[in-house]
C-alpha cells in the first residue's frame, strides 16, 4: 500500500471535477477492521505455537484411542493369552504381554481411560470449586473473604498423603475416591487465582456500571467479573490436568490407587517393577504413555498461557 | 544549521493483524536554539516520529529514512550503543509518565549521577554537586533529602521535575519532552510548563515539545508541526498556525476546543469520524473522511505540501488553483 | 427557584486506610462536608485536581458507595442509608458516565448486550430492548451493523457514545458525567460534549459534570462548584465564578490553564501555585488550602472557613 503521490505536472493537469466539496459521511463510523472476538483472537494465537498445537492433536488422538480401541479390540483388559505370556511387542501385541498373558496395548488404553478421565474430571470439579470459592471470596472481600481464605490456609497446611490414604481406606481404592482424593485440596490454587482476579476487577468501571444497572452479587460475577477472569482460570485449569493425571499414577504406583486387575498407567508401572530387568517393554511403554501425555498438556497449558495473556510472553 | 533534520522517516510496527504504518514519509529540522512542537492527537505519529529519530523503538517496528543528520552527523545508521551515547549527553527525553522512565529500584541520586559519571566522566563527589545543583535549578525544595529517595517517594510533579534534571544533566543540545505535562494536575502543570519556560531562556539548547494541548503549545513553542495520520499536514510558526492556519484539520484542531471567553450556549465544532485506522490507511489525504471540504481528488491522492511562507507550508489539495476558496469558520 | 432534584447536606465520605500498630485506623477524607443542591435540567459542574473527592462526590450520590455522614435526599427521600434492593428504584432514575472509556465497557460483551443490560435487569420484555436498543444507538450516532461487535473494535470516542447509550436506556433524571471527556482526543470531546449537551436539550436531564477541564466545564456548566481537598471552597452560577471568582485556589486554578492562543497567552500573567497537593489523611484543622495560599493568615491554619453566600447563588469558604 503506497501512498499516491503526482508529479507536479500531472496534479495541475487534474480535471475540475476533482475538486468539487462534496461531503460524504455515510462512512465516517464505519470501521474497516473485520470483526473479531477475544476468543477469535486468542485463537489465532494459540494457533501459531506449533508444540502447543502439536500436544493438542496428541491429546485429541489418545481420546479417540482410548474410547474407540476397547469397543473394537478383539482384547479386554483382564483377558489372557496363556499362549504368549510375557511376549515382546509383536503384530498381535504391539506393546506385548504381561506375566498373566494380557494384552499390554489394551491394558494400556484402559490406563488412558482412567488417566485422561481422572485429569478432565478433576480439573472440571476444580473450576467448579475454585471460581465459586475464589468469586465470592474475592468480590465479598472484607470479613467474609478473611474467613474464606483462613480456612483455605489451614486445608493447603494438611499433608496430602495423610488424607489422601485416609480417604482410600474409607472409600476403598477406585477412580471415584482418586478423584475425591486429587480434588480435595488442588481447587485452592484456581480459587487464589480467580480471588486476585476479582479483587482487581470488581473495581473496574463497567462492574460499577453493572451495579448502576441494578445487577446482584450473582449477576456481576457470572456476566462480568469471571468471564473476564477467564484467561487466568483456563490457564491454572489447564496445568491442573497434568498434575492429576500424574498423581493419580503416583498414589498407583504406590499401591493406593487404582487396584489389578484394573490397569491404570501408575499401576501397569508398578507391576513391570518385579520383572523390568527381563521384560523392559513392561515398564518403557506406560512410561512413555505417561511421559507423552504430560509433555502435551503442559505444552498446551504454555501455549494458553502465551496465547491468553500475552503480556505474559518471554 | 539545523540541529536536526529528518528525511522522509517512515515508520511500521509489524503486529499480529497486519502492519500499522504509524508514519508515513516525513521530513522537518529543528533549528539551533528553536522550541518545535509537534501536535497531533492519539495515532498520529507524533510520539513514534521521536521515538524513530532517537532509535528508541520496539523490536517489531521497521524505519527507513533518506536521512537523519543531528548536529551535522548522520544519526539514521546508529548502533544502539552508539545511539545510547547520543542519548544522555546530547539528546535529553522528558516523557509523560516518569514513574515508568525513572527506575523503581534506584535513589534519585543514582539515576540522577550516573549520566554525569558516564558522559562527564565525572567523580562520585562532583556528580553529587552537580545532581544538588540540577535539583535546585528544577526548584526542587529541600533537595538533600530527595537525593536519598525513590521515586515512588515523590509525587507527579517533584517525579517529572527529577526527569527533567536528569535530562538536562550534561547540557545536552536537544531536549525532547513527549507530553511532559498530560499526566499532571493543572497546578502542576502550570508549574512544569514555568520551569521548562524558564529552561528555554537559560539554555541554548533546542526543544521539541510533542503534545496534543494546543494551550501548551501556545505558550511554549516558536514554530508547530501539525500531525494527522502519520503525515505532516500543516506547519508554520505559532501565529502562522493560530491565526493563518490553512488546513480543515488545523482549523478543525482549534475549533474543538471552547475558547477562553466562550459563554455557555455556543456550540463548539467537532471534527466528525474517528481518526484513521493505520493498519489500513486511507489512499489519498487521512484526513478526507473527516473533511467537511473533501473533494473526489482528496480521496484519491496525497496532496502535495504548499509552500506559503518561508515556514508556513500546507499539505492540502484545497491549496490547488482549481479547488475551491475556502475559510475558517470560527 | 424550583424544588430541588437533590439536596446534598454535609456529606462525608472517610475511607479506612491501613492500619497502625495500635488498630487505630487511619482515615481518608476524600469528601468532607459538602453541601450543594442539583435542579433539575441543571448542569452542575464540579471542578478540581485528582484527589480532591470530586469523583467520589459522583458515586455517593448515585450510591455506589455509602456515605459515612451528612445526607443525600432525592425529591425528597433520604436514600444516604438505603441498602443496595432498597435504593434500586432510585438508581435507575439515576446512571453514570464513565471516564475511562475502555474500562467502562465489558470487552467480553457486545454492543447491543451492554447496551440492553440495564433494561434486562429491570425486567423490560425482550422484543422492547431491541426496539430501544435500536433507537438509542441512532441516537448516539452509531450504526445498526455495530451492534453486534465488541467493545475494542471502537474508538475512544465511539465507545464514550456507547457508554452514553447505556446510561440513557432506562430514561434517567440524573447523570453523573465522571471526566467523560478527559480520554479522549481533543476532535473527539466536542462531539461528546455536543451528544451530551443535545441530549439534555430532548430529555431534560441534570448533570453533574465532574472534569478537572475548566474551559470545558465553563462551556457545558450552568454552575460551578470548585473542590479542593475534600472541600467545596467556591460555588456560584458559571458567569459569575469566571468573572468574579474569589477563592485564592480558584483564581490559581482558573491561571493555570493554558490558554491556546499565543498573544493571549503572553499578555496573561500565570498565578504559579507553590508545592503539591496534599494527602486527606487525617488533614490538619483548618483551611486546606493553607500550606500553598498566598493570603494565608494564621486563622486560616486553625479554623475551618464556613461556606457564606457572598452575593445572591455565589458561596465561599474562605477567611479572607
Known sequence: MSVQILDNNAYAALPEDMFVIGIDESHAEDIPRPSTTYWHDVWQRFRRDRLAVIGLVVIVIMTLMCIIIPMVSPYTYDGSDYMNMNAGPSLQHPCGTDQLGRDQFIRIMYGARISLTIG???????????????????????????????????????????????????????????????????????????????MHLKHSEYV???????????????????????????????????????????????????????????????AAIPVMQMYPHLMLFPVIAICVTMFSFNFIGDGLRDALDPRLKK | MNLLEVKNLNTSFHIGVGTVQAVRGISFHVAQGESLGIVGESGSGKSVTMLSVTGLLP??????????????????????????????????????????????????????TEPLKIHRHMDKASAREKALALLRQVDIPNPEARLKQYPHELSGGLRQRVM???????????????????????????????????????????????????????????????????????????REIFYGARHPYTWGLLNSIPKVHQKRGEKLVPIHGTPPDMLQPPAGCPFAPRCRYCMPVCRAYMPPETALSETHRVACHLMHPKAPKVTRED | MDQPLIEVKSLQMYFPVGNNIFGRRKQLKAVDGVSFDLYPAETFGLVGESGCGKTTVGRALVRLYRPTGGRIIYRGTDITDLDEKAVQPYRSKMQMIFQDPYASLNPRMTVSSIIAEPMALQQVPQADIDARVRELVAQVGLKQDHLNRYPHEFSGGQRQRIGIARALAMRPEFVVCDEPISALDVSIQAQVINMLEELQAQMGMTYLFVSHDLSMVRHISHRVGVMYLGHMVELAEVEELYSNMQHPYTQALMSAVPIADPDLAAQTRRIVLQGDVPQPIDPPPGCPFASRCRYCKPVCREAMPDMREISPGHFLACHL
Not at chain 2, 544522555?88 to 534506584?106: A, R, Y
Not at chain 2, 521548562?196 to 537559560?202: A, M, V
Open chain 1, 208 to 270: 460499577l456500571a453493572g451495579r448502576l444497572a441494578g445487577a446482584n452479587t450473582w449477576h456481576l460475577l457470572i456476566q462480568h467479573l469471571i468471564p473476564n477472569a477467564m484467561g487466568p482460570i483456563i490457564v491454572s485449569t489447564a496445568f491442573l490436568i497434568p498434575g492429576a493425571i500424574f498423581s493419580e499414577a503416583f498414589l498407583s504406583f504406590l499401591g493406593i490407587g487404582i487396584q489389578a486387575p484394573r490397569a491404570s498407567w501408575g499401576s501397569l508401572a508398578n
Open chain 2, 164 to 238: 527533567i534534571a536528569i535530562a538536562i544533566a550534561c547540557a545536552p543540545k536537544l531536549i525532547i519532552a513527549d507530553e511532559p505535562t498530560t499526566a499532571l494536575d493543572v497546578t502542576i502543570q502550570a508549574q512544569i510548563l514555568e520551569l521548562l519556560q524558564g529552561l528555554k531562556r537559560d539554555s541554548r539548547a533546542s526543544i521539541i515539545m510533542i503534545t496534543h494541548d494546543m494551550g501548551v503549545i501556545a505558550s511554549m513553542c516558536s514554530r508547530i508541526l501539525v500531525m494527522y495520520g502519520g503525515t505532516i499536514c500543516e506547519q508554520g510558526d505559532v
Open chain 2, 59 to 112: 523490536y517489531n517496528a521497521e524505519i527507513s529514512s533518506d536521512s537523519i543528520t543531528f548536529d551535522g552527523r548522520e544519526i539514521s545508521g546508529l548502533s544502539k550503543k552508539e545511539m545510547r551515547k547520543l542519548h544522555g549527553s546530547e539528546i535529553g527525553m522528558i516523557f509523560q509518565d516518569p514513574m515508568t522512565s525513572l527506575n523503581p529500584l534506584f535513589t534519585v541520586e543514582n539515576q540522577l
Open chain 1, 120 to 198: 478432565f474430571v478433576a480439573a472440571a470439579i476444580n473450576f467448579l470449586i475454585g471460581v465459586l470459592y475464589g468469586g465470592l471470596s474475592g468480590y465479598l472481600g472484607g470479613r467474609v473473604d478473611m474467613v474464606m481464605m483462613r480456612i483455605v490456609d489451614i486445608l493447603s497446611s494438611l499433608p496430602s498423603l495423610l488424607y489422601i490414604v485416609l480417604i482410600m481406606l474409607i472409600f476403598g481404592s477406585n477412580m471415584g475416591s482418586v478423584i475425591l482424593a486429587l480434588c480435595f485440596t488442588s481447587w485452592i490454587g484456581t480459587a487464589r487465582v480467580v480471588r486476585s482476579e476479582v
